[in-house]
């Protein structure tokens, strides 16, 4: 988790609260306190809230809670006059700019130290390391707009900031510690972005380090701000967060113009965010029976607004996704402390739901009969379940823009997910038992269709369809005292032959058999596999 730290004279004053009161109210607004010293508070604070990533959003916010200053905060923009002009060559590298400028700031060696940690934190959190998001920040005295987002080669050369003189593309990217660290969110691109002015001082090599030229220091009244991205929505969030923060420092921030081949965009846009204010969404989620109005009033004290029907949220609140949202803001306006204690209106004493303990019943025997439990992602890859079992993938339910590749397709079976751990676990020693108990899902005429089932695999040099057996049929009869029958019957995992349906009376409550040769091989394993599968949802409807 990101810390944050807080020197306690500074911060009362932003704050206008003494140092206890402070200490007090912190956890409250949703911050860990890591230790207080006579002089400072070290904070953890949430990556969603990157708004507090500096004592400037800290005391905006507590300011709020403590009724000194409450509200949606107001930013105004104006026009700077510079303009950015992007090369389409990186359209395929890193497409997207945004940017501002913020005037007449004075800032101390302790606002310099806060406004950097926070440029840093957000690289590493809505930045992903810098690969989704980079940030530059100049002295706007050292540059002569307009500005140029470009493409150059790697001889280019430029002074780096820290450089001792002019360096290549390449020799920074293989010599320096930023080069290596962040070199690779170019992925291998052969046009390199840079950042320049009209005399062709470089702002910025991005992703990777700035130019030495447009470093800031405490003599920086004015600054310019540039903010790289491979995603438009998550470079203008960052934007908003840096921006605004600079606003609270005493600046005062003005747009620039960017220009892509074809269109023309303006940034920032520092409008406020709308959400839908569901009254009885909050009352069921709080507990509490608060008035429309006494909404209103603990949404002004988490520094928000209401107009009409809607809950409107400062733009650097890039946390705010969905009317829960909302909610949790009026339950931080309200005081968490001041949510009491609330017992449910059953009389009835607790009890654990039947068929967790069932499950917990299933997991305790699999493990006392000699497995290891595993816990796989629902979500996995077409490979592992489809291709390395060469089964038909007509009904695979695939997720629309995944993230990852490894986690595009919900599972429909236990059996893939398993032999995938077990390939990543060659070079231990043999034998290997394990299970996993878990969700799989299906098509059905209502959608998707979700049942819990158990899966084993045994893998050694004399694992067959005896012992799995053995295994199937001493669980049922312990779990339940079911008595299963396997008769024959074959399926996509098992060699034909080696395989059979396992039968609770008439009822197929799954599979067992030896895994197929091929898809042994398919997944690097060395020694034969057996194992099976069984539906637990169905075999509990059976045992009741």
């Not at 909050?282 to 988490?302: F, N, Q």
């Not at 091929?518 to 075999?539: C, M, Q, R, Y």
Request: aromatic share 6%.
């Amino acid at each position: 988790m990101p810390v944050v730290r807080i020197e306690i004279r500074r911060f009362s004053k932003m704050v206008g609260a003494e140092r206890q009161k402070i200490i007090d109210r912190l956890p409250y607004l949703g911050l860990d306190i890591e230790s207080v010293d006579r002089n400072a508070v070290r904070v953890e604070y949430s990556p969603n809230r990157p708004d507090f990533g500096t004592d400037f959003g800290i005391a905006r916010a507590l300011q709020g809670q403590l009724g000194k200053e409450v509200g949606l905060p107001g930013f105004k923009t104006t026009p700077s006059g510079i303009s950015v002009s992007v090369d389409g060559r990186l359209s395929r590298v890193r497409p997207y700019i945004a940017c501002a400028t913020a005037y007449g700031l004075r800032l101390d060696d302790e606002d310099l130290r806060q406004i950097i940690s926070l440029q840093e934190d957000l690289h590493n959190g809505l930045g992903r390391k810098r690969k989704v998001v980079a940030i530059g920040l100049h002295d706007l005295q050292a540059i002569k707009p307009p500005l140029s987002y470009r493409a150059v080669g790697s001889s280019f050369t430029f002074k780096p900031l820290g450089g001792r003189g002019q360096s290549t593309i390449s020799s920074i990217l293989s010599d320096t510690a930023e080069g290596r660290t962040y070199g690779s969110a170019l992925g291998g691109a052969k046009a390199y972005p840079v950042i320049t002015d009209s005399k062709g001082v470089v702002l910025s090599f991005p992703p990777v380090i700035n130019g030495d030229a447009t470093r800031l220091t405490t003599k920086t009244r004015n600054i310019f701000i540039d903010v790289t991205s491979t995603d438009q929505k998550a470079g203008d969030d960052v934007l908003a967060v840096i921006a605004t923060t600079l606003a609270e420092a005493g600046g005062k921030i003005s747009t620039v113009s960017i220009g892509y081949p074809g269109r023309r965009r303006v940034t920032p846009d520092l409008a406020p965010i709308e959400l839908p204010l569901d009254l009885g969404l909050v009352r069921s989620v709080l507990g509490l029976d608060l008035s429309r109005g006494e909404m209103v009033k603990c949404l002004a004290r988490s520094r928000m607004g209401v107009k009409h029907a809607k809950a409107i949220g400062p733009r650097y609140r890039v946390d705010l996704l969905h009317p829960v949202d909302v909610a949790e803001e009026v339950a931080l306006g309200y005081g968490i402390d001041r949510i009491g204690q609330a017992y449910p209106p059953s009389r009835r004493p607790g009890a654990f739901d039947s068929f967790e303990e069932y499950l917990d019943s299933a997991s305790t025997l699999m493990a006392g009969m000699g497995m290891i439990e595993l816990m796989t992602y629902e979500l996995t890859d077409e490979s592992s379940l489809y291709s390395s079992f060469q089964r038909s993938d007509s009904d695979k339910i695939t997720v629309q823009n995944p993230k990852s590749l490894e986690h595009s397709v919900l599972r429909d079976a236990l059996i893939p997910t398993l032999m995938a751990s077990l390939s990543g676990n060659v070079k231990s020693d043999y034998p290997q038992r394990v299970f996993e108990i878990g969700r799989v899902y299906e098509r059905s005429k209502g959608g998707l269709s979700e049942s819990i089932h158990l899966g084993s695999l045994i893998a050694h040099s004399q694992s067959s369809f005896t012992e799995a057996k053995m295994y199937v049929e001493s669980f049922c009869r312990i779990i339940g005292g079911a008595e299963v029958s396997a008769s024959e019957g074959g399926h996509w995992a098992f060699s034909p032959g080696r395989s059979a349906v396992v039968k609770s009376g008439s009822a197929e409550i799954g599979h067992v058999g030896e895994l197929r040769p091929e898809v042994i091989g398919a997944f690097g394993l060395g020694v034969p596999v057996s194992g099976f599968e069984l539906d637990l949802s169905l075999l509990r409807e059976l045992l009741k």
